[in-house]
């Protein structure tokens, strides 16, 4: 069996990626942000304050015939932005592109913080990190795509996102056709609970590959490529126009600017950003922001959506290892 999700841009900026999924009997449809570098699936709900919810589609649980309550079980979670939320659990049935799930784990809101309220392009997240990763109390529970890989034909999914245009998340089988280059595969590390591997060099535009060790996670929920200060200052060096930006908390450059591409190391091949989508999004007049950015204070790299956007990125469970394929 094989699931097949489409997934789109939450706005102009490619800021996240959203996914219908289909909660409950009869199904009950929520734009969900599908994120690799979590492992809750939580949900704006009818336990949600109302005024928290407002522009948000919500889960009603007690509409739901298949529905059923997780006695004293809990979950909060903070984020990397510190972005936040918590509430209590039910098991229901929950399917993605045609897969369905009984006895799903999802996490009703209770609590939300103000970035989840303002965002009204999502109501909540389906976590797809490791299950090491779930938050909830006193019973961890699985991912939906935990739940689903002994089910799925193969234990795999991926990750197509792309700019200013849909992609996908296929479940149980990889779509090389989605790719132009082949598919690298790299060992992923477990113990963090993320989908993190290392990558040994990266080069700027054509220049020459530079060795630098990077530990980095491929995480769909995080919008930027944020990597070490000296890879980004080397990058930004290449970049006429370009300052540091404390206001905006990163570099900034003139948007007429043709950017160099960035190019990353999986394996013994190589991944190339296109210029183009590094330049990310206009701060104000004639001022854009960089898609790659610094990963201070985070003590990890993220592969980002604006790296994963330039590849096929295939998440094999099965044998702990993580593919990335030229798009
Ligand atoms: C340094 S992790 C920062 C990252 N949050 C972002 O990337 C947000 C995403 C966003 C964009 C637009 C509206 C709302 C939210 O976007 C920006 O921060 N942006 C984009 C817009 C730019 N102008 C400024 C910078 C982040 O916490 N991700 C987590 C998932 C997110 C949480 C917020 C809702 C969307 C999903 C998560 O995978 C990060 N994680 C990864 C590993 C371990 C823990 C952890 O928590």
């Given at each position: 069996q094989t699931g097949s999700a489409p997934n789109h841009p939450s706005d102009s900026e490619d800021d996240e990626y959203i996914t219908n999924v289909s909660i409950g009997t009869p199904a009950q449809v929520l734009p969900l942000d599908f994120d690799t570098g979590s492992s809750d699936l939580w949900v704006f709900s009818s336990e949600t304050p109302s005024s928290s919810a407002r522009g948000h589609t919500i889960y009603t649980p007690s509409k739901s015939s298949t529905s059923k309550k997780v006695s004293g079980a809990s979950w909060s979670i903070t984020y990397g932005d510190n972005s936040s939320s918590s509430g209590d659990v039910y098991t229901d049935t929950v399917s993605i592109g045609g897969f369905s799930v009984t006895g799903q784990a999802v996490e009703s809101a209770t609590k939300v913080s103000s970035q989840f309220v303002q965002d009204t392009s999502n109501s909540g997240l389906v976590g797809l990190a490791l299950d090491s990763g779930n938050t909830v109390k006193p019973t961890k529970q699985k991912t939906w795509f935990s739940n689903a890989s002994s089910h799925l034909a193969s234990p795999v999914f991926t990750a197509d996102l792309n700019h200013q245009a849909d992609g996908s998340y296929n479940f149980?089988?990889?779509?090389?056709?989605?790719?132009s280059g082949p598919i690298t595969y790299v060992p992923i590390s477990t113990g963090n609970g993320f989908w993190e591997f290392t990558s040994s060099s990266y080069a700027i535009g054509g220049g020459s590959s530079k060795k630098h060790s990077t530990d980095g996670i491929a995480d769909t929920g995080t919008t930027l490529l944020l990597l070490d200060d000296t890879i980004v200052d080397a990058y930004y060096n290449q970049v006429q126009s370009a300052q540091y930006d404390d206001s905006q908390e990163g570099y900034t450059f003139d948007c007429s600017e043709d950017l160099p591409s960035f190019s990353f190391a999986v394996g013994s091949s190589t991944i190339t950003v296109p210029g183009s989508l590094i330049?990310?999004?206009?701060?104000?007049?004639?001022t854009c922001f960089g898609g790659l950015q610094s990963d201070d204070g985070i003590g990890i790299s993220i592969f980002g959506d604006v790296a994963i956007k330039a590849a096929l990125v295939v998440f094999d469970l099965g044998n702990k290892r993580l593919g990335w394929a030229q798009k």
């Open positions: 149980g089988f990889i779509d090389t056709s989605l790719a330049n990310f999004a206009p701060v104000d007049g004639n």
